[in-house]
């Protein structure tokens, strides 16, 4: 192409943008009670004018003001961060990026996806924008697709999904951080003029110190009951990065995406680079509010099985860690099967035979069985549970290998390292290479073997518990800096696989505790495992963390004996989330058996409330040495509340609880349950019957000042 006829073709697309920008109208992304709001101004590029509580009239919009830009880039007239930086292969880095066109593409009665596009009106780089809406649940999905059609390949330095502006007099960040046992931690902060910057470099099990997800409120720390909170989360298993930057007129505003960090990216021509989605909801209730909104619309449209029950099960990794053999497993059917659960997982240390996994130093990567441990192999232990009427479940961890294991051994090309410096292990392990797609396959073929082999295995505990060292590919060559997102779209591409080939197999998303907890995995998983952590009072407040995003049920809470508490406060955390056991029944007494046995039954009986219903946090653990729960399904006619005195200080005054979520002009009879075999319940409420409007207003005494003890209490409309 001549330079008169590429000056001729721009000449064209700068009177095309112009065009559109004199007659097009703002362009409205909205929901039930949300409204994003977007105008192209006179110089033909896209602001953001709005973003808040839904308009009531439609004619209101044109006197909203023309905002700030949507998708903001680099080296021109702002000086801020950028949600886009590339460098062309003429050496120029600029952009600027004007409206070409949109469309809206109406899915179904509920969903509605509204595709924009931008284009440089010096270069061939065109950017679209995807926004997905959920009119009832009120969740905005945010994507970003970037290709050009210059001769080389631009580099891409940063990529972000979403940008987002906000305007307050004063903004407030809830950010999740920690540490291994120690996830989800709250902490709030008010953002003054500067930056902010959540974000994580680990590659794989990158939420190991802070969790993809955040909310933010306006004018006023946070509440759970009223007040403007914006609630997102990133859609990506790999380094993500939320950068919050308050400027010198105090806007705010929101970058999310894929961290930048060491991934600067060469885009072949006409070759299409596409972000993670950022997911939000504004809610003008304050959290509570935020909160449902995620909770119904990932139960119906993104984690894997959504609606359906999710198995009980006993885990056997506290009861023997590496030490068992055929025939304790076989026992440990036998009291899988007294206390009424649907499964037994078997949990790490059943593989390789050179170096058998007999400690978490070796065996990674040989997924045979232990002859010596396992002599009949998994076959007879899927057949020896379901003759005890369970299903059996396995724990895998594919993507990682040991140093000391065959397959290290013939395939070190295969493993992230460096080929020509000492090896650093995390937890005694490195992490494959899934940029490669031998290695993908390889990883596909662990599930895929296990289950032809085994078409009785009913779940898999899917674990990943080393961040990735040694940061180098074999297979990628000169594009090491495409690794940290070329490893993750390697693992989408077997999961994705392994949900085609086995669509209804449930599995656990595990990560040495929560170092997986983000919705594009979850596509994949039906649960996630929160933390290694498994002390009832340090998982009141593990829980709570994740509640704010995550519904119950994708929850995987276990009964161990880590933190001694009474058996019944351990089992009634434990049925907040998705009930599981890992403890011994022969180390009980009979009563104590029986009692998990009824829970057992209780929480499948009122699994359609715990896990599909209405969640709503009503004592925060944060703020007082007790926490309270409750559970209500859609019609409200049944609801669950859970009440926990932790370490309440001596003669503390207490109110009764004011329940939420109720319909006032209904009855509710009122029950303790989950009480252990002959006792009574010591609640004065128990066995009486309430209007939902008394409960809600006046309220019933759920709380004490005694140490570790819990009540479980049913609800029942009239």
Not at 238 to 258: A, C, H, P, Q, Y
Not at 334 to 352: R, S, T
Request: charged residues 25%.
């Amino acid at each position: 192409m001549t330079k008169q006829i590429i000056s001729f073709t721009l000449l064209l697309l700068t009177g095309i943008f112009s065009l559109q920008a004199a007659d097009s109208k703002p362009i409205r992304i909205g929901t039930n009670d949300i409204d994003l709001i977007l105008k192209i101004g006179d110089n033909g590029r896209l602001y953001q004018s709005y973003l808040g509580e839904r308009l009531q009239s439609e004619a209101d919009i044109a006197f909203l003001k023309q905002g700030k830009e949507v998708y903001l880039t680099h080296g021109l007239e702002d000086y801020f961060e950028p949600a886009i930086r590339v460098l062309h292969n003429d050496g120029n880095p600029s952009l600027l990026l004007k409206y070409v066109s949109h469309e809206n593409r109406k899915i179904d009665d509920n969903v509605t996806e509204t595709v924009i596009t931008l284009q440089d009106d010096k270069y061939p780089v065109e950017v679209k924008l995807f926004f997905t809406t959920f009119a009832k649940e009120n969740i905005i999905k945010e994507r970003t697709e970037i290709k050009h059609q210059e001769k080389k390949p631009i580099t891409l330095y940063n990529y972000a999904s979403s940008l987002l502006h906000l305007n307050a007099d004063h903004y407030w960040l809830t950010e999740f951080s920690g540490e291994w046992a120690h996830e989800a931690n709250m902490t709030e902060r008010q953002l003054d003029f500067g930056k902010k910057i959540i974000d994580t470099k680990l590659g794989v099990r990158a939420n190991m110190f802070c969790s993809p997800f955040f909310f933010l409120s306006l004018n006023q720390p946070a509440r759970e009951n009223e007040g403007d909170i914006l609630m997102g989360t990133i859609g990506w298993t790999g380094n993500f990065r939320f950068t919050f930057e308050v400027d010198n007129l105090n806007g705010l505003r929101i970058i999310s995406g894929i961290n930048p960090h060491a991934s600067e990216y060469s885009l072949k021509p006409k070759t299409v680079f596409s972000t993670p989605e950022f997911i939000f909801t504004y809610s003008t209730a304050g959290t509570g509010e935020a909160t449902r909104n995620f909770h119904n619309w990932a139960r119906k449209y993104q984690i894997k099985d959504g609606l359906a029950d999710r198995m009980t099960l006993l885990n056997n990794w506290e009861a023997t860690y590496f030490d068992f053999n055929e025939d304790k497993l076989i026992d440990l059917f036998g009291e899988a099967q007294k206390l009424g659960v649907d499964m037994f997982l078997l949990d790490d240390g059943w593989f390789a035979n050179k170096y058998p996994r007999s400690g978490d130093h070796q065996g990674l990567g040989d997924w045979e069985e232990t002859k010596d441990k396992l002599p009949n192999g998994i076959a007879k232990l899927v057949e020896e549970a379901n003759a005890k009427g369970i299903k059996f479940g396995l724990w895998i961890e594919p993507e990682m290998v040991s140093p000391k294991s065959e397959l290290y051994e013939k395939h070190k090309d295969w493993v992230i390292r460096f080929p020509n410096r000492d090896e650093y292990y995390f937890r005694n392990q490195l992490v494959l290479d899934l940029s490669n797609p031998e290695v993908q396959d390889y990883v596909f073929n662990v599930v895929d073997r296990l289950k032809t082999e085994n078409p009785g295995i009913a779940y898999f505990k899917w674990d990943c518990n080393s961040p990735i060292t040694n940061i180098y590919s074999a297979y990628l060559k000169d594009k090491q800096s495409h690794l940290y997102v070329d490893h993750i779209h390697g693992l989408y591409k077997v999961l994705e696989r392994i949900q085609k080939k086995y669509p209804d197999l449930p599995m656990m998303l595990c990560s040495g505790g929560g170092g997986r907890t983000d919705y594009e995995a979850l596509k994949y998983f039906t649960e996630f495992w929160p933390s290694d952590n498994t002390d009832a009072v340090e998982r009141i407040f593990i829980q709570w963390g994740y509640s704010y995003l995550f519904p119950s049920k994708a929850m995987a809470a276990h009964v161990t004996s880590w933190g001694k508490q009474p058996l019944k406060f351990r089992v009634d955390v434990a049925s907040m989330g998705k009930l599981g056991f890992d403890i011994r029944t022969h180390e009980m007494n009979e009563n104590e058996i029986r009692f998990c046995q009824e829970a057992v039954k209780n929480f499948k009986r009122l699994s359609h409330v715990i896990g599909n219903g209405d969640m709503y946090r009503i004592v925060s653990p944060y703020e007082k040495d007790h926490a309270v729960v409750l559970y209500t399904d859609q019609a409200k006619d049944k609801a669950v509340v859970y009440a926990f005195d932790m370490h309440p200080r001596y003669a503390e005054i207490l109110q009764p609880v004011r329940l939420q979520g109720l319909d006032a002009n209904k009855r509710y009879k009122v029950e303790e349950i989950n009480l252990m075999p002959g006792n009574h319940s010591a609640l004065e409420c128990h066995g009486k019957t309430y209007s939902g409007d008394y409960l809600m207003k006046v309220g019933i005494p759920l709380l004490s000042s005694s140490h570790l003890q819990s009540h479980v209490v049913e609800l029942t409309a009239e």
